[in-house]
């Protein structure tokens, strides 16, 4: 195993084969494929009082795609950019992927548009090699808008939104807060359009209640009622009703009838459409504060969706880095998949519990063995398989380190975290735990770090179950540490992402 530079363990990367009959072995060109795309130096041992400028290039990298994806639509386009620009084609779902993938090439394909699945094959591949996966999500737990989203109340103007995953929703008061997601347009010539939306800038305002007018007991704990505090002011109807806008026609379209005309209006005005062509949309409130650097080192990032945009980041870079300069010597298919809906379990037609991965893996073997269907050659490919499955991990927290089970309890700016659980929530397993071990001391990164949750609390889960048991494919739970996660602003270690 030839030395590398100590990188990101999602970007040193290196995948394993074998059977059940054979010790597993490594193979050499993904390992040195899967490193960042920046020059960054190595990996200080003690990061904290070492030199953070090191890191900064990729960290402040990472800070622009998690200012440009506050939603998982935005998420896709943003990486199908990156995409795009490195010379990766686009695949039509609809039609067969025989004769359009090959040896050397690189490809990519959405669903909903809000999961990306993005893979090259490798110049030296051979029908029935291995597939080597980063999987992640574009979700993060937020506030949605309803489908009837009209709403006011003793003189203000609201809009009605919904919460998804669970959010620390105390965090979103007293926010400036935009909109962006999908909108759905009429064209000329009768068809649908989808087009993305990002409001940049504070038109609305979840506010908290002033302490002078709450009770005794209201003022020990912050109790949030999802449904009564969180619907966001966007105007005054007074100031409304000075400007012209008249109330809405309940014999009008019946969806329009039910969504705020400044609402619609908005919308017109960012996109350039007319109302009457609005059909539905899909929009989620963000934090316009960007992504900023914090400590006195410059050692955090402070933002919004850290999980698991952190995560998607990399996988990205990863791949995009193999391509450029290990492709034509890669023996497999590597692959990244980024699946939406993780924070709320999964099971959808675009989440890690649908067909996405099995048929991938399906589709893309049969396309490169001329076509034909061979269920053993599948199969041998699902044995010589392996998933990162990355996603955020819960680093110690100062103020509450008595959450953390003592012995395991990760750090950031330490480099990444294996996540366990024997109850099956998490994917990893000796085997997977001991292979990731040794590709981050094979690359010269710090000793992984391990979290296992207490006993007396209850333990998360993320898509390495899911995708293991709906593919076969061996599978480890890993990520970067970090506090704060499902806040509207979340914070990481600079040298995690490195």
């Known amino acids: 195993m030839p030395a590398f530079p100590r990188r990101s363990l999602a970007l040193a990367f290196a995948a394993v084969t074998g059977t059940s009959h054979h010790i597993l072995r490594w193979r050499v060109p993904f390992a040195a494929g899967m490193v960042s795309s920046?020059?960054?130096?190595?990996?200080?041992?003690?990061?904290?009082s070492g030199k953070m400028s090191e890191?900064?290039?990729?960290?402040?990298?990472?800070?622009?795609?998690?200012?440009?994806?506050?939603?998982?639509?935005?998420?896709?386009?943003?990486?199908?950019?990156r995409l795009k620009e490195k010379g990766y084609s686009e695949l039509d779902d609809c039609v067969p992927y025989s004769g359009l993938i090959k040896p050397g090439g690189k490809y990519y394909f959405t669903r909903n548009k809000s999961t990306l699945v993005a893979f090259t094959v490798g110049g030296k591949f051979k029908p029935g090699n291995g597939f080597k996966v980063i999987g992640g999500h574009t979700d993060s737990p937020n506030l949605k808008v309803k489908p009837h989203s009209k709403r006011s109340s003793a003189g203000y103007v609201q809009i009605g939104v919904e919460c998804y995953g669970g959010g620390l929703w105390h965090t979103w008061f007293d926010r400036d807060l935009g909109i962006a997601g999908r909108v759905l347009v009429r064209n000329e010539d009768g068809g649908i359009d989808q087009k993305l939306i990002k409001i940049d800038r504070a038109i609305l305002r979840i506010p908290n209640l002033a302490i002078h007018l709450q009770s005794v007991d209201e003022r020990k704990a912050f109790a949030v009622n999802k449904e009564d505090h969180l619907a966001p002011i966007i105007a005054n109807e007074a100031k409304k009703a000075l400007n012209g806008q008249k109330e809405d026609d309940d014999d009008e379209d019946s969806w329009k009838s039910h969504q705020d005309s400044l609402l619609l209006e908005l919308i017109c005005a960012e996109l350039d459409v007319e109302i009457d062509d609005i059909a539905d949309f899909e929009l989620n409130l963000f934090d316009v504060q960007k992504a900023a650097l914090g400590g006195i080192h410059s050692e955090y990032i402070h933002s919004a969706r850290l999980d698991n945009l952190a995560s998607c980041f990399l996988a990205l870079e990863s791949l995009v880095d193999h391509s450029d300069k290990y492709l034509e010597e890669d023996e497999d298919v590597s692959l990244v998949a980024l699946f939406d809906h993780e924070e709320v379990g999964s099971a959808s037609t675009t989440g890690a519990g649908s067909p996405i991965m099995?048929?991938?893996?399906?589709r893309i073997s049969t396309a490169l063995n001329a076509g034909e269907g061979d269920f053993d050659l599948y199969s041998s490919a699902i044995h010589k398989s392996f998933v990162l499955s990355v996603d955020q991990a819960h680093a110690i927290h100062p103020n509450y380190a008595s959450k953390h089970e003592k012995k395991h309890a990760p750090m950031m700016n330490k480099g990444m975290v294996i996540k366990r659980n024997?109850?099956?929530?998490?994917?990893?397993n000796s085997i997977t735990a001991l292979l990731v071990r040794d590709i981050a001391k094979k690359v010269g990164l710090p000793e992984v770090q391990?979290?296992?949750?207490?006993?007396?609390?209850?333990?998360?889960?993320t898509i390495g179950p899911i995708i293991s048991a709906n593919t076969g494919i061996r599978s480890i739970d890993l990520g970067c540490p970090q506090l704060s996660m499902h806040s509207i602003r979340e914070t990481m270690g600079v040298a995690d992402l490195s």
């Open 55 to 81: 890191h900064l290039p990729l960290a402040k990298k990472a800070m622009e795609y998690f200012d440009e994806s506050p939603d998982p639509f935005h998420a896709v386009q943003t990486s199908v950019n």
């Open 422 to 428: 024997s109850n099956q929530r998490y994917a990893t």
């Open 38 to 48: 920046s020059s960054m130096p190595p990996l200080a041992r003690n990061t904290v």
């Open 358 to 362: 099995g048929e991938s893996v399906k």
């Open 450 to 461: 391990e979290f296992v949750v207490r006993n007396d609390c209850g333990c998360g889960s």
